[in-house]
């Protein structure tokens, strides 16, 4: 039996088989293949989703060896590459070219596909998430026919569908809108968590990129501010500040969430010792500056609300945490986008904070999760679609005002359901279009 597992190993996959096809024909071979024998085909990217949505019983297609620039257009600065390449590789190619993308999540190991498939974002007032660069999409339908979208052929495809969950088609290419290659001053510093919430709209608007992590147990919020410079790239110190290596990515941080998991009841002592003064200020490329590594693994859930609702839902969600006496040995990350005209993006028609939970492996999410959701559901929350979540179709037709459009849009482009699994029935189905 094939067994297939995400990042984080939360979901597993028992598919048909695992296809690793060489080139866009051979991708075209295996769906159309799969469609005359009614078998369902599902595309993983890097498999960083937490929702089942990259499961199948189908065909399991790793695009991976779909990597590169296919073209790059210097005049409009628009690079046309293949879905499969990661969004490390991306940046080092884009960098060459002396370009960038302006703007990404805190890791790059996604595809593009993958990212731009569930809405992934970063944090930035005046940026979308990365389907926002998307400019030209090309991808193989249910028959095996390549189909073409970008603003003059199949313009409604492009409109509805690039954030579209894997649920259209096998995106093979992938044209985005990249901009000139720029530097990025960080300055991260701990913070009281009341005082960022009174002077939010402040660090929001007077910077290009802001976001912080509030310490449950703990006043205190760790902020990051990222900001265009035009200055030389500074060394950065050689061990790296507390906020990644300690708090995020470092080892260290996986004993202590370890520990945590054996003694839950010691996790508010081991919060508090992180680290409530210091910070760090460094200046490099700005995919060096957006991304950091993960080592330690977690589940999570990331919620979008109306920026306007961020203080009263943060603080809403602190109560919770005192009042059911939850033991959380991961920080509460808060980050924002600007609104954005996409059918099924996050950030659909609104300008977003997003709030994102996370719980360390092997511990149990589903009660603090649930609470959490339950608070997220009163602000007009709209669930990342790569991260935990209990909500369906009947939800989302009144969270998102294109959703019928979306749906009309799949039952044309794959009305055999070629490309559905459970996660679709649940999210995308029993909806009257
Ligand atoms: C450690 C970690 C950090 C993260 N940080 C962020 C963050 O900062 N911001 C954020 O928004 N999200 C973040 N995420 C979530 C992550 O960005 C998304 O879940 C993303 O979709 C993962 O990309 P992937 O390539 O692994 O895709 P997968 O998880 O493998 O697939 C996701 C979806 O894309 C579809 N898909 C993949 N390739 C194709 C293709 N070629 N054609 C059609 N459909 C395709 C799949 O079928 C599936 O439906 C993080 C996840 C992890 C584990």
């Not at 085909?41 to 960083?48: A, I, L, Q, T, Y």
């Not at 509805?160 to 809108?177: E, W």
């Not at 990644?244 to 996986?254: A, L, P, S, T």
């Not at 059911?324 to 808060?334: A, Q, T």
Request: charged share 20%.
């Amino acid at each position: 039996m094939v067994t297939w597992k995400n990042w984080a190993k939360n979901q597993t996959a028992h598919p048909l088989s695992i296809e690793k096809p060489r080139d866009e024909q051979a991708v075209a071979q295996v769906v159309k293949a799969a469609h005359e024998r009614d078998e369902k085909v599902k595309v993983v990217g890097s498999g960083h989703s937490f929702t089942s949505i990259a499961l199948t019983q189908g065909r399991l297609l790793s695009i991976n060896n779909l990597s590169g620039i296919v073209g790059v257009d210097a005049a409009s600065r628009r690079v046309t590459v293949h879905a499969g390449t990661t969004l490390a590789d991306l940046n080092l190619l884009l960098d060459e070219h002396g370009l960038a993308l302006p703007n990404l999540g805190d890791i790059t190991y996604q595809t593009v596909a993958g990212a731009i498939s569930t809405g992934t974002h970063g944090t930035g007032q005046h940026l979308t998430g990365l389907a926002g660069q998307v400019v030209g999409m090309r991808f193989i339908n249910a028959m095996g026919d390549v189909v073409e979208t970008n603003d003059s052929t199949n313009p409604e495809i492009l409109r509805l569908g690039r954030v579209g969950l894997g649920a259209l088609g096998v995106l093979t290419q992938l044209t985005l809108q990249a901009v000139p290659a720029f530097h990025l001053r960080a300055l991260e510093k701990p913070m009281r968590v009341d005082q960022v919430l009174e002077e939010i709209d402040m660090h929001v608007n007077t910077n290009d990129h802001f976001e912080f992590f509030w310490v449950p147990h703990t006043g205190w919020a760790l902020t990051k501010r990222n900001n265009r410079t035009e200055d030389a790239v500074s060394p950065q110190p050689i061990v790296r500040g507390w906020l990644d290596k300690v708090v995020i990515e470092n080892y260290g941080f996986g004993a202590v969430c370890a520990v945590g998991r054996m003694r839950p009841q010691w996790i508010p002592r081991l919060a508090k010792a992180l680290p409530s003064s210091g910070g760090r200020e460094y200046i490099d490329k700005s995919f060096k500056v957006f991304a950091s590594t993960r080592l330690v693994k977690f589940y999570e859930m990331e919620y979008s609300i109306p920026r306007a609702h961020l203080v009263e839902a943060l603080n809403e969600v602190r109560a919770m945490v005192n009042q059911r006496g939850y033991f959380l040995n991961f920080p509460v990350e808060v980050r924002f986008t600007k609104a954005d005209d996409m059918a099924l993006s996050t950030s659909y028609g609104r300008d977003s904070a997003y709030i994102a939970v996370h719980i360390y492996k092997g511990m149990d999410f589903l009660p603090y999760f649930k609470d959490v959701e339950a608070i997220m559901k009163n602000h007009e929350g709209r669930p990342h679609w790569g991260k935990i979540h209990f909500r369906d179709a009947q939800d989302f037709e009144s969270l998102y005002p294109l959703f019928g459009e979306f749906l009309q849009l799949r039952n044309r482009i794959d009305p055999a359901r070629t490309f559905a699994n459970e996660y679709t029935e649940k999210v995308l189905d029993g909806v009257r279009v």
